[in-house]
């Protein structure tokens, strides 16, 4: 069955260092979202992006975060200058439709910043 | 803005119960709704998807409702077993939007 697979799935940053997390979405899917999970809260969006546009970003995705889709099969989402409080778990979620589609997700990469 | 609410926030049963999860939001201009089930330190598994225009799906023992004028919506669970036992999230798509808000889940333990 597809799925949506992200690396790494646990990555360890010291605080204002970069990040990249990658994600696989399904391989026919053309809707693509990251959300993020502060530990014991609600999930929260990011980003969608469609047609390699952002489709709709949350104030939370500021200018210290930017998506790509590089080539065709990865969506990676790049956080330039990591705090404190960029640690979550952060979960990339394709569609093949936008209405119509079912929300498909990966298992998380869980982002520690010390 | 859409708000999500999960009432309750935890459910504890016996194995074998019927039990209903419920769902609202305040903005009933919407998409559609999905439902999500959450294993401790786990992404989010799709459960079922329900258009704006329907009112309900069935997957199996789960059954989902949607009443958009109320701005509500309710997942059954038929015959729980202790493999149910997970977090359990809705979210919307809201009209004129492109993205999906979560609500704040409900915890469900089925005991053995």
């Known amino acids: 069955e597809p799925e949506v697979t992200q690396t790494p799935s646990h990555q360890v940053t010291q605080m204002g260092q970069e990040v990249i997390l990658r994600c696989v979405p399904i391989?026919?899917?053309?809707?693509f979202y990251w959300y993020r999970q502060i530990l014991g809260q609600k999930v929260e969006f990011l980003v969608s992006?469609?047609?390699?546009?952002?489709?709709?970003k949350s104030e939370i995705f500021d200018d210290q975060f930017s998506v790509e889709r590089p080539d065709g099969s990865n969506f990676t989402l790049k956080i330039r200058s990591t705090k404190l409080e960029d640690s979550a778990m952060y979960f990339c979620?394709?569609?093949?439709?936008?209405?119509?589609?079912?929300?498909?997700f990966g298992e998380g990469s869980r982002l520690t910043v010390l | 803005k859409q708000e999500v609410t999960q009432i309750p926030a935890a459910l504890s049963v016996p194995e074998g119960e019927n039990l209903v999860l419920n769902c609202s939001f305040t903005d009933s201009a919407i998409y559609n709704l999905q439902w999500f089930r959450q294993d401790p330190g786990k992404g989010l598994t799709s459960l079922l998807l329900?258009?704006?225009?329907?009112r309900e799906q069935t997957s199996g023992r789960l059954n989902a409702s949607l009443d958009k004028s109320s701005g509500r919506s309710t997942l059954y669970i038929a015959a729980s077993q202790p493999g149910d036992s997970a977090t359990y999230l809705c979210a919307v798509l809201t009209s004129g939007t492109y993205k999906y808000i979560f609500g704040t889940g409900t915890r469900l333990k089925v005991l053995a």
């Open positions: 391989s026919n899917h053309l809707y």
């Open positions: 329900i258009q704006s225009s329907q």
């Open positions: 979620a394709s569609s093949e439709g936008f209405v119509t589609g079912e929300l498909f």
């Open positions: 992006f469609y047609n390699n546009e952002i489709s709709e």
